[in-house]
Nanobody, 124 residues
Framework: QVQLVESGGGLVQAGGSLRLSCAASGRSFSRDAMGWFRRAPGKEREFVAAILWSGGSTAYADSVKGRFTISRDNAKNTVYLQMNSLKPEDTAVYYC?????????????????WGQGTQVTVSS
């Protein structure tokens, strides 16, 4: 049974940093695409970043490019989202997603598995 468990969310002041983790279990993810998405109150879920477990290619939303970094630790089966220079508009529930695929995937509907989400709140 595939499980994705996010952690690392919290309350931080504008300009601060957080690192989110997504621990994946249940099978091998070596040929998966992994993604981070977020949903702010009253808004649609939006793409944040994606990575290929094999090779490590990445993609970012324009709104986070240069501030967020997605990475993975093969030994720990964990994907990270390092978030720097946080802004109040980054406040949202952040979700991790996975799909067996060798393409970078930025569209939420293409992902098969989702975590429960972790809250990130950035105060001004």
């Amino acid at each position: 049974q595939v499980q994705l468990v996010e952690s690392g969310g919290g309350l931080v002041q504008a300009g601060g940093s957080l690192r989110l983790s997504c621990a994946a279990s249940g099978r091998s993810f070596s040929r998966d695409a992994m993604g981070w998405f977020r949903r702010a109150p009253g808004k649609e879920r939006e793409f944040v970043a994606a990575i290929l477990w094999s090779g490590g290619s990445t993609a970012y939303a324009d709104s986070v490019k240069g501030r967020f970094t997605i990475s993975r630790d093969n030994a720990k089966n964990t994907v990270y989202l390092q978030m720097n220079s946080l802004k109040p508009e980054d406040t949202a529930v952040y979700y991790c997603a996975a799909r067996p695929d060798l393409r970078l995937i930025t569209r939420a509907y293409e992902y098969d598995y989702w975590g429960q989400g972790t809250q990130v709140t950035v105060s001004s």
